[in-house]
Every structure is written in structure tokens, then in C-alpha cells.
């Protein structure tokens, strides 16, 4: 079954989710030293994928592209609505902002990634699906934390996780008819890098050392395919 290294990494992420939720009372103090932690751990996920790179000026051409389209399209203002309006629907009106910021903040740290992209190709090429369970044990635990100090939000993340890596699982079955192994191989590096990257800002945002629109920055997750096609043209 091609989705089923993704449905149980969704079902990994709920079930973190959940278990999260009997700890959200516990003192402020805890989950901001909790918050962190996560912090310095996603800076360091980040800058082990960032360096991942090998040709520098495709990333930074990616970011810069990426961004320009974020910024014009408004991206990251209609991922904090579509969090609000979810919230809207099973939480108070003063909830809504935290919920929205769950969503928000777990997506990103969930989606982006080599695990989320090399694992999806991995369950649509070969079949195997190791790379996305064990990607799903690790996110079912930040999930948990994520919870006790993000609330209900993160377990929200779960609908563009399994949309997001379905999507890749079932496009991989056919993609080493449309690319060779040599380029895609290429493109998953500096796809990382730049995944790393954006990692590597959520960390920074969860510090509350800048606030970085990540949001915005999403598409370069897709513009860094057509600059490394048009990097190898030349």
C-alpha cells in the first residue's frame, strides 16, 4: 500500500497529540523551558539539513524567488486564517489565535523536511515505508510537547501532513518516468538545505528571538526545482 507509511505517521501524530493534552495544565514556567528546548532542538535539525548543500547560489536564488511569491500571495496570512476559521468551528473566539498558531507551527516543523520528501519517494518508488514510521515516532513525540504548550492546533497538522506526503507517495510511483535518478537524487540535497533552512527560522520564531514569516517563505520549497533545473541547464 503506497500510503501506509503516511497515514501512520498521521495517526503516530494524533496519538502524540492526544496524549499531550492531559499535560497542558501543567505551570507556565515548565512550558516555557519546554518551548526552549524544542527551540534549540529545531535550530539544530535545521542547520544539519542546511549544510547539507552544494551549490550555495541555488538555495539562496530559491529563498529569494520563494519569498517574493509568499510575500505577494500572502501566504503565511492565509495559513493563520485557515488555523483560525478550524478553530473557529470547535473552540471559543479567544482560542482561535492558539489553535491558529498550533496549525501554523506544527505544519511547518512536520511538512518540511528530507524525512517528509525522501521518505514519501521512498513509499512511492520501492514500497518501503521505514523511513516515514520512524519519521512518525519522532513526530507523535514533538506532537506531545508541541500540545502542552500550543494546545488542540497541532493535532490540525495532521490534515496537511498525510495530504502533503500522500500526495508525494502517490507522484513518486510515476516520477522515474519524468526524471532521472541522477537529478532528482541533486534536487533532494538542495531541497534540503533549504527545507533546513526554514527549519532552522521556526526554531528561531519558537525562541522568540525574531519572528520570521515562514509562512511566506514556503514556496521556495517548490521554486528551488525549477533554479536547480535551471542551475544544471548552464
Known amino acids: 500500500m503506497v500510503l501506509y507509511g503516511t497515514l501512520v ?3 503516530l501524530i494524533v496519538v502524540g497529540s492526544l496524549l499531550g493534552l492531559f499535560f497542558t495544565k501543567i505551570p507556565e514556567r515548565y512550558k516555557e523551558t519546554i518551548m526552549h528546548g524544542i527551540g534549540l532542538s529545531v535550530l539544530l535539525i535545521g542547520l544539519q539539513m542546511a549544510f547539507s548543500t552544494e551549490i550555495i547560489i541555488v538555495v539562496l536564488l530559491s529563498l529569494l524567488t520563494g519569498a517574493i511569491i509568499g510575500e505577494f500571495i500572502h501566504l503565511e496570512e ?44 521512498d513509499s512511492g518508488i520501492r514500497g518501503d515505508h521505514e523511513i516515514l514510521i520512524t519519521k512518525g515516532v519522532i513526530d507523535g513525540f514533538v506532537a506531545l510537547v508541541l500540545t502542552t504548550t500550543l494546545g ?65 517563505l514556503l514556496p521556495s520549497i517548490v521554486t528551488v526545482g525549477f533554479i536547480y533545473y535551471i542551475y544544471q541547464l548552464f
Open 152 to 216: 488542540f492546533g497541532v493535532i490540525l497538522s495532521v490534515v496537511p501532513v498525510v495530504l502533503y506526503q500522500g500526495a508525494i507517495a502517490l507522484l513518486a510511483t510515476q516520477i522515474e518516468k519524468w526524471i532521472p535518478e541522477t537529478f532528482l537524487n541533486g534536487m533532494i540535497v538542495e531541497l534540503t538545505a533549504v527545507g533546513g533552512l526554514l527549519i532552522l527560522a521556526i526554531g528561531l520564531n519558537l525562541l522568540k528571538v525574531v519572528q520570521i514569516r515562514v509562512g511566506n
Open 9 to 11: 505517521n498521521g495517526a
Open 78 to 121: 492565509g495559513l493563520n486564517r485557515l488555523g483560525a476559521w478550524i478553530g473557529s468551528k470547535i473552540t471559543t473566539k479567544n482560542e482561535n489565535f492558539s489553535v491558529a498558531q498550533g496549525f501554523v507551527t506544527a505544519s511547518l516543523i512536520f511538512v518540511i523536511g528530507a524525512l517528509s520528501i525522501i521518505g514519501a519517494l
